[in-house]
């Protein structure tokens, strides 16, 4: 079965059928059903994958464009597949937590949420592509969606952070496109195919070049210090539930693009670079930790604790050990259910007040005790407590950095301490205190924003206690990228002292 | 005795057809009513247009000639049927566009509104003889890039830009802009015009023939002249750039697109631009092409000039006919980095299919842009200042969804057809190892997006003002030209296949030499 067109089939037609529906009310309930039979068609071909089959499973390869050797070739390893699940969860929770988003503004309802299934079916595109062009014009499209969710919904600010934004990310792509270019003309194999690029750049300074082209887009989409300027904007001014889909999943693919294609088809490329790469990411991962701590504003405080989390993820990939590299995918999941539910819940906050300032709150949780509850267990997942979800892959990317290179895993765990610093004086100056006068009859959650939070938080916990099934999904693929880049993992150091 | 010449008819039939039907419309003009012109010029102009289009097929399935018609002096290979075939389509959406009431003057000193206006009018005034001129236009478009030798090339460049000088010249509103741009395009073209010529007889100087085979040809084998050459080939290129609005030659454009009635900015900013890449081509290509080791450089410097300076002027302009000239300047770049990317033969068949796809879809999309712009009114006539267009997306979304759309076709975003346009010409030219200059072409692409974006922003993201433009209702005609740019900008951003290949297979059979 074509699974993977499927699910974009399915989100597309719904897109189309929820444009043109006149009703608001309808149109909204139309896409939370779109999305939800995306999730359950996910669901379903999540259950047939078969982590130790073959690396790519579900493909369809069909010539597209044969004058430029493109095809549409779609196809999943455990990698892609947890992370096109990511974005099919999370995809209805936003649906149903962006309920009254677009109304605020008069602005054209159904046009949100279509532009949201739109989104879908390239985020599953983006992850299943298995042809390097497909795969830049996903990453190229993708932009438009978001572009005008921000800049159309968004908050006061929201055409400055939606251009910038926009011309970033353009920047990155343009610069990649150039090396899309040389490395069909260089490989010479009139094939965009993955599996037909993959070791066919041999000379190591056309590496270098073209690994320089990927990198810098994955950097700034990821983004990676000091690319990462845009996303505090971006984040901020974005309506929540954009911002969820924004870093949780569509900054994913700067990371995911690092492991799948910088690593693999420029491997001697991406060794080099490793130290620049490690260096940048544990810098990422203090210095965001040490903004977010200064925000007056929630959302940016979030964003910046996003470079921080994604300093991690880039510094498990290229760690290039088994276990930081399964880490930072697992990561990549856990990221987005951790960070999805601060930005949801600081959303239902910042809609009740309409103000995103900390300093304007206080003492929420005497007049909001279910609120400043999950905002306490979404926080502490974001600092990784032990038992929540992203604990579990923040300890392999560091125990598997630690294997290779100790400094920087030391130094990166700082991260965790001043992670504790933001959340926790976050939560200490909102929910804590004497009740701001202005918080006072504040409503708490009612049933829609539960139902938004409940799969949120049961995930993290779940994932947090039982992460076994992700990983065994994530690890095979894992290890055949690394089979690919040729590295094997160092051997224990305490075996070594045991002989 | 004088041999009769052989004129090769059925290969020239689309030539002689807009010519004719050129000619018949001025018969119109001379000996029927007036309230008659109208009713007639419209089914001439675009029925000679779709015939022309269809002898173009029927030449294309017989099979491409493979020697030069009329004695050496028209070359009808691949690359010229497909241009044909490309500006013959958009030449029949630009006739389209003409609504000669709203967008021509009636008698030049005629203001809009006027009580002169108003018996112009009466009297049945109207200038019916912009189909006969836009016709002669079309078959200069067309004489153009299929031209083999240096003086017939000259003729279809006077017989392009005549009748565009004077067409520039009536717009009915902004008529003190609409004059300066004729004066303005005429003197200039002129000052170009007489380059080529100079540039024409310096190299048949050189060669001892204007024919573009015999110069290739000469290239080897006459020593001892290379004044004459370099310079010949300088002016003449001189002469070229500056129709394709290449920088250092750009400034006329931005002037002329907006003082022109839109419909002739579509019509120029297509077809001229179609046409004069032809001619482009045949010089550098077919009669410079060994000569590339001295027009390279030069060409990587004029090319690098012109992207950068209409891709960052154009983000000054508050008018929209006036940045959509700078992009086009841009676009022009672009498609001079896929010039320069000649080499062997299946190298050259790979750039000039690319540079073919990109003239045809970029053609297509701006003159959907510029159907857009005739629809966007004020009192005054078109809104053509940027700031009356934001909210546009709140008062008419599927309009201002089509101006967005466009214009993410200009700037190159992917399911769109001008970024295979732009991915086929780049391409070409990394496969030519000309790498650092794509590297400024896809910079300047991010600097353009800027200002592609501004426009959404303002449309989308801006809240519109009271007393905004109103968007007209548009008449059959533009809303068929809107309908067709759209879904050509589309299907060509999805499957661009069947139209790469046509490209590709005309490229394959260029007369070289």
Redo the contacts between chains.
């Keep these: 079965m074509p699974w993977l067109s499927i699910l974009m089939g399915v989100s597309v037609l719904g897109a189309l059928g929820v444009a043109f529906i006149k009703d608001d009310r309808l149109a909204k309930q139309a896409t939370l059903v779109v999305s939800l039979v995306v999730l359950a068609l996910t669901v379903a071909m999540a259950v047939q994958f078969s982590p130790n089959g073959d690396r790519f499973q579900f493909a369809e390869t069909y010539d597209w464009i044969p004058a430029f050797g493109v095809h549409y070739a779609v196809a999943v390893d455990g990698v892609a597949l947890v992370l096109i699940l990511l974005s099919a969860v999370l995809v209805p929770i936003v649906v149903l937590a962006s309920w009254h988003e677009a109304e605020a503004g008069k602005r054209s309802v159904r046009t949100y949420f279509a532009l949201l299934l739109v989104l879908e079916a390239m985020m599953i595109g983006v992850f299943a592509a298995t042809d390097v062009f497909l795969f830049y014009v996903f990453f190229e499209a993708m932009l438009i969606p978001m572009y005008f969710m921000i800049g159309s919904y968004g908050g006061a600010q929201r055409s400055y952070a939606a251009v910038k934004f926009l011309l970033y990310s353009l920047f990155g792509g343009l610069l990649m496109l150039v090396a899309v270019i040389a490395l069909y003309t260089v490989a010479g194999k009139n094939s965009f195919l993955f599996t037909d690029l993959l070791g066919a750049i041999k000379d190591p300074t056309t590496q270098k070049w073209l690994f320089l082209g990927f990198f810098i887009a994955f950097a700034i989409k990821a983004p990676l210090w000091p690319f990462h300027t845009w996303l505090p904007d971006a984040a901020a001014q974005a309506p929540a539930g954009a911002a969820v889909l924004l870093v949780g999943v569509l900054d994913k693919v700067g990371t995911y693009g690092m492991l799948r294609f910088c690593l693999e088809l420029f491997p001697e490329a991406s060794k080099w670079a490793t130290p620049v790469v490690i260096a940048l990411a544990v810098i990422g991962i203090v210095y965001g930790a040490i903004v977010a701590i200064g925000q007056t504003d929630i959302k940016r405080l979030i964003a910046y604790t996003s470079i921080s989390h994604f300093g991690f993820i880039a510094m498990g990939v290229f760690a290039m050990t088994t276990n930081a590299a399964s880490g930072a995918t697992l990561y990549m999941v856990n990221h987005g259910f951790s960070t999805g539910a601060l930005f949801l819940i600081a959303g239902f906050l910042i809609y009740r007040r309409g103000s995103q300032f900390i300093d304007d709150y206080g003492g929420v949780q005497k007049v909001a005790p279910i609120l400043a509850g999950t905002f306490l267990v979404a926080g502490l997942s974001s600092l990784s407590l032990p038992g929540l979800s992203p604990f579990v892959s923040e300890f392999l990317v560091l125990t598997g950095t630690f294997q290779r290179y100790a400094v920087p895993a030391v130094i990166a765990a700082t991260g965790v301490i001043l992670a504790a610093v933001y959340i926790l004086w976050m939560y200490q100056r909102t929910m804590n205190g004497p009740t701001a006068e202005a918080v006072q009859g504040m409503k708490d959650l009612n049933h829609r924003e539960r139902w938004v939070l409940i799969p949120l938080i049961a995930l993290i916990i779940g994932l947090g206690f039982f992460p076994k099934p992700m990983l065994d999904v994530i690890n095979p693929a894992v290890k055949e990228t690394l089979t690919n880049v040729s590295v094997t993992d160092p051997a224990p150091a305490i075996a070594k002292e045991g002989q | 005795m004088i041999t009769a010449p052989k004129i090769e008819y059925l290969q020239l039939a689309p030539l002689l057809l807009v010519f004719g039907a050129a000619v018949l419309g001025v018969l119109v003009e001379a000996f029927t009513p007036r309230y008659l012109r109208r009713a007639i010029q419209i089914p001439v102009t675009l029925l000679s247009l779709a015939g022309a289009f269809a002898l173009t097929i029927v030449q294309t399935l017989k099979g491409v000639p493979t020697e030069p018609s009329a004695m050496g002096a028209v070359a009808v290979d691949g690359p010229t049927l497909f241009i044909w075939g490309t500006i013959l389509v958009l030449a029949f959406v630009c006739v389209l566009l003409v609504n000669d009431e709203e967008h021509f003057v009636a008698a030049a000193s005629a203001v809009p509104g006027s009580a002169e206006e108003e018996r112009a009018f009466i009297e049945g005034n109207v200038h019916t003889e912009v189909y006969p001129l836009a016709l002669f236009a079309i078959g200069g478009m067309l004489l153009f890039p299929a031209s083999n030798d240096l003086l017939i090339m000259f003729v279809a460049l006077e017989v392009m830009s005549l009748p565009l000088y004077l067409l520039c010249g009536l717009a009915r509103r902004r008529r003190l802009l609409s004059q300066e741009a004729a004066v303005k395009y005429f003197l200039l073209g002129a000052f170009s015009s007489a380059f080529f010529l100079y540039g024409t007889a310096l190299l048949y100087g050189f060669a001892g023939s204007v024919d573009l085979a015999k110069i290739a040809a000469a290239l080897g084998s006459v020593a001892g002249q290379n004044g004459l050459l370099y310079l010949g080939a300088a002016l003449v290129g001189v002469g070229l750039l500056f129709k394709i609005g290449a920088a250092p030659f750009q400034a006329w454009k931005p002037d002329v697109y907006q003082g022109a009635p839109t419909p002739v900015t579509a019509l120029m900013a297509a077809g001229t631009l179609v046409a004069a890449f032809g001619a482009v081509l045949r010089v550098f290509w077919v009669a410079l092409g060994n000569l590339i080791w001295s027009w390279e450089p030069v060409m990587w410097a004029v090319a690098i000039l012109t992207m950068v300076v209409g891709a960052i002027l154009a983000i000054t302009q508050t008018d929209i006919k006036r940045m959509l000239a700078y992009s086009s300047v841009a676009h022009a770049g672009f498609l001079l980095v896929g010039v320069i990317a000649i080499g062997d033969a299946k190298q050259n068949s790979l750039a000039l299919?690319a540079i073919l796809f990109y003239l045809a879809v970029y053609g297509v999309t701006t003159i959907g842009a510029f159907a857009v712009v005739t629809m966007v009114r004020d009192p005054g006539g078109e809104a053509w200042h940027l700031s009356r267009w934001a909210g546009l997306?709140?008062r008419s979304?599927k309009l201002a969804g089509l101006f967005a759309f466009f214009l993410?076709a200009f700037?190159g975003?992917?399911?769109t057809s001008g970024?295979?346009g732009k991915?086929?010409v780049?391409?070409a030219a990394?496969?030519d190892h000309a790498?650092p200059l794509?590297?400024v072409g896809?910079?300047s692409?991010?600097i353009a997006?800027?200002f592609y974006?501004?426009v959404?922003?303002l449309m989308?993201?801006?809240d519109p003002a009271a007393d905004g433009p109103t968007v007209v209702v548009p008449s059959w005609g533009t809303a068929a030209v809107v309908g067709f740019s759209a879904l050509a900008t589309v299907v060509l951003g999805v499957f661009?296949?069947p139209v790469?290949?046509l490209a590709?297979s005309a490229a394959g059979s260029l007369f070289v030499g």
């Design positions: 299919g997306g709140k979304p993410l700037a975003i992917p399911l970024f295979f991915y086929a780049f391409q990394v496969a790498t794509v590297v896809v910079i692409s991010a997006a800027f974006v501004r959404i922003v989308f993201f801006s661009p296949q790469l290949d590709k």
